[in-house]
Each structure stands twice: as structure tokens, then as C-alpha cells.
């Protein structure tokens, strides 16, 4: 799952971004409201993102701005405001003008994520601690467990979620780009054969359960 946190303060920015990263999020932060509301505008990357984390106060355009603007111009992405203000008047504007969740600092990181789960659970529509499944193979989003055959295996953070992205699409291709936006954000370093090298140890540990088949130049496609 990928995620856009918009916040101007550099400690607890940085905070957020590991923290996070630890809970299997690919993150990409901006500090200045324009330059967010410039990627929210690119056609490349506005729906590129799961959800935003977005604080209010920051410089040049605030998060309402910001909020609004995305909103009339129809996108549809999950908004969690995170700020400091918290009186109630704050909380309905935000709420008003298109936010799906409100959480005012200081904040829990476990909650955040909580919250996060919720509000991406309520955009595509899945009921709480959704799994998906094909096959043999189960998925647990929640827990962050993968079974096959009934028994737990273990994946690493990118595994998961480029097998959670392929089973989501069951039966249908995905590309190369989707699955590279989905893993890692901009400040990631990634190899050009990163997508290969975690497909193969995929198809390792899926053996025998589930076939995923290679659409040369183009991506790869979850089948049963």
C-alpha cells in the first residue's frame, strides 16, 4: 500500500515515515503545500496513492486548500487529516469539505495505522480485516500473514504487498508500473530487476498453490 504524507515538520515527519515504513507502507513525503498539490494534479501520480496523511498547517497552501482543490477536481483518494488543531469547528471543516477521518496530535503510531487500514478498507468498499484469497493461498491484510496450505509463510514487506496487488486483480494483468508504484516510493532506490527478483521468490513459496505467469513487456497475472 501506498502512501502520500504531506507534513512540514521535518522531526516528526521523519518519525512518521519510519514508522510507517516499519508497519509494510511504501511513503513518499512532501513538505510545502504547493508541490503536494502538484503531484496530486500529475496525471502519472495522483491515483498512484492508497490513502494521505495530510497536516494542515503548511507553507504556501494549506491542507483545507489542498483538500478542496483535490476534491472538486474529483479525487476520490482517502484523506486522513493529522493535525494539531482540534477544536471541533476544525474537525467539521475538514470532515466537510471531503476528509474520511480526523486525528489530532500528539497521536499513537498504532492508531494512525489503525486509521489508515479504515479508511482505505471503506474506499474499496471490504469489511473490516478483509482477507483475500486464491487457491490455496490466503492473505490476512490485517495481520499481515500470508498462509498457504493452511500454514503461515513468511514475506517480506514488498512480497506481500506485490502478492496482495496480484490477487486483488485475480485473473487480470498487472503492469510493471503499477506494481513498481505500489512497492516504493520516490525516495526508494530500486533496482531495474527489483519486480523480477521479488516474483521469483514469490513463485517460490506459492508453489504447487497458485500460478502467477509472466506477460512478457508487459507485467505478470495471478491465476489459481
Not at 505500489?182 to 519486480?195: E, F, H, K, T
Request: charged share 25%; with cysteine.
Amino acid at each position: 500500500m501506498r502512501i502520500l504524507l504531506i507534513e512540514d515538520d521535518q522531526l516528526l515527519g521523519d518519525a512518521i515515515l519510519s514508522g510507517l515504513k516499519q508497519h509494510h507502507y511504501a511513503v513518499d513525503w512532501l513538505t510545502d503545500g504547493d508541490v503536494a498539490l502538484q503531484a496530486l494534479n500529475n496525471p502519472a501520480q495522483k491515483r498512484a496513492f492508497d490513502a494521505i496523511v495530510l497536516d494542515l498547517g503548511l507553507p504556501k497552501r494549506s491542507g483545507l486548500d489542498i483538500l478542496k482543490a483535490i476534491r472538486k477536481q474529483g479525487l476520490t483518494t482517502p484523506v486522513l487529516i493529522l493535525t494539531a488543531r482540534n477544536s471541533i469547528q476544525d474537525k467539521v471543516n475538514g470532515l466537510d469539505l471531503g476528509a474520511d477521518d480526523y486525528l489530532t496530535k500528539p497521536f499513537d503510531l498504532s492508531e494512525l495505522c489503525a486509521r489508515i487500514r479504515s479508511i482505505t478498507r471503506r474506499g474499496e468498499q471490504q469489511p473490516a480485516h478483509a482477507k483475500l484469497s486464491l487457491g490455496q493461498v490466503v492473505i490476512d491484510q490485517a495481520a499481515h500473514k500470508v498462509f498457504i496450505k493452511d500454514q503461515c509463510v513468511e514475506f517480506s514487506r514488498r512480497e506481500f504487498s506485490l502478492l496482495s496487488k496480484l490477487i486483488e486483480q485475480t485473473g487480470k494483468v498487472v503492469t510493471r508500473d503499477v506494481l513498481s508504484q505500489a512497492l516504493y516510493g520516490w525516495g526508494d532506490d530500486v533496482d531495474s530487476n527489483a519486480i523480477e527478483v521479488h516474483i521469483h521468490h514469490i513463485r517460490k513459496k506459492v508453489t504447487d498453490a497458485i500460478s502467477i505467469k509472466t506477460i512478457r513487456g508487459v507485467g505478470y497475472i495471478a491465476e489459481d
